[in-house]
């Protein structure tokens, strides 16, 4: 079974300067954290002169501390932080870098991480100064205060957040793991735009495909699993759900000649609401029916039989058509009616003109054969 999702998300586009960690591949970082894996994760001025740098030089070794621990690699005693196990892990560290940046951020749940994608912005203005609002420049010789117009605001408080996040896969071709160190209190908005969004959920995982300003599909674990999706999605049709082999249960009347002929059904669900992550788009899903009860399957069944005729109803072929409708009909105890019962319901439906009287083959006596009939057949 497969359920799919559909929703426009609001991509704000803003200008800010940020402190981020772009994870990058620093052999001579992983090295000196190899080291320490063999001194009980601890390091020491000693051990990174004696190991690493090859010489006695205790303000180098003591630089290469500092560097360790504004990665967050080493704590105050020089023991090996959860952050360096994790690099060294990796062979991955976060290197920091500081710049002005267009990001793509959105308050949607689908995206804990806020932020979507991030790009260096290559410009002479110097967005310090937007924050201040004026800048100074030489005119005719004289330095004079200029105001800068622009629309500078607030960082809002539902972005302040991304600070916290470890891991920011981004959206883009290099889907850059990243985080954000810290973001300044003023940022620029620059536009809002609608992004395409897909959550496609089966048993084994569910994919979040994007498409418009960015084209992208993931696994997203984090998402709720298909039957927690399902109880929502059916509400109170959800009792009359049968997971052994994915169908609904339904009374006969309640279904049409087609859907009792394919055993199927087309249920709309407008506007499902998720727990937690919002309304999506109304959605159209065909699902297997079958009989809510013993006494449902048996109307159901007899209603396929007498449809069933077609041709004279030779025992054999008549035979035939009562195997393949109950097998239709595992797992219930259904009466299917005799050939007569069902040639009393017909004459009946033909007195009251329901039916053509082109069906007299039906109720003719099992006695009136054609010409050259075998008595086996």
Excluded at 197 to 216: A, E, M, R, V, W
Excluded at 285 to 309: R, V
Excluded at 321 to 335: L, P, T
Aim: negative net charge; contains cysteine; aromatic residues 12%.
């Amino acid at each position: 079974m497969e359920i799919i999702l559909k929703r426009k998300v609001i991509v704000k586009k803003y200008k800010a300067l940020l402190d981020i960690g772009i994870k990058e591949r620093r052999s001579d970082i992983i090295a000196l954290l190899l080291i320490a894996k063999s001194h009980n994760d601890q390091l020491s001025i000693p051990i990174i002169c004696n190991e690493f740098i090859f010489r006695d030089n205790e303000t180098i070794a003591k630089r290469i501390i500092q560097r360790c621990q504004d990665l967050a690699l080493l704590d105050k005693n020089l023991k090996i932080t959860e952050e360096g196990l994790i690099a060294r892990d990796d062979e991955m560290i976060y290197y920091p870098f500081t710049g002005k940046y267009y990001l793509w951020v959105t308050e949607d749940p689908i995206f804990p991480q806020r932020i979507l994608n991030i790009e260096m912005v290559n410009e002479k203005i110097n967005l310090k100064q937007e924050i201040k609002g004026y800048k100074w420049e030489y005119v005719n010789g004289e330095r004079i205060k200029m105001e800068i117009e622009n629309n500078i605001i607030s960082v809002p408080e539902w972005l302040k957040h991304v600070e916290s996040f470890k891991n920011i896969i981004l959206f883009n071709e290099d889907k850059k793991d990243i985080r954000i160190q810290k973001i300044e209190e003023k940022i620029e908005p620059i536009s809002i735009e609608e992004l395409e969004t897909q959550i496609k959920i089966s048993d084994k995982l569910t994919l979040l495909k994007l498409s418009g300003i960015f084209n992208d599909e993931r696994e997203i674990p984090f998402f709720p699993n298909i039957r927690t999706i399902w109880e929502q999605i059916l509400k109170d049709k959800y009792q009359m759900w049968d997971w052994s082999d994915e169908s609904m249960r339904l009374r006969y009347n309640d279904v049409s000649s087609e859907e009792k002929k394919k055993f199927t059904k087309t249920f709309n669900f407008s506007d499902p609401i998720i727990e937690k992550y919002g309304k999506f788009e109304s959605i159209d899903i065909s699902l297997k029916i079958k009989p809510e009860s013993d006494e449902e399957a048996t109307l159901w069944a007899n209603w396929l039989l007498e449809n069933q005729f077609q041709e004279f109803m030779f025992p054999l072929i008549f035979k035939r058509y009562k195997n393949q409708i109950s097998s239709k009909f595992h797992g219930f105890n259904i009466a299917l009616k005799s050939v007569k019962e069902i040639s009393e319901a017909i004459m009946s439906k033909m007195f009251m003109k329901e039916i053509p009287n082109d069906f007299w083959f039906i109720i003719a006596p099992l006695d009136v054969f054609p010409i050259n009939f075998r008595g086996d057949e």
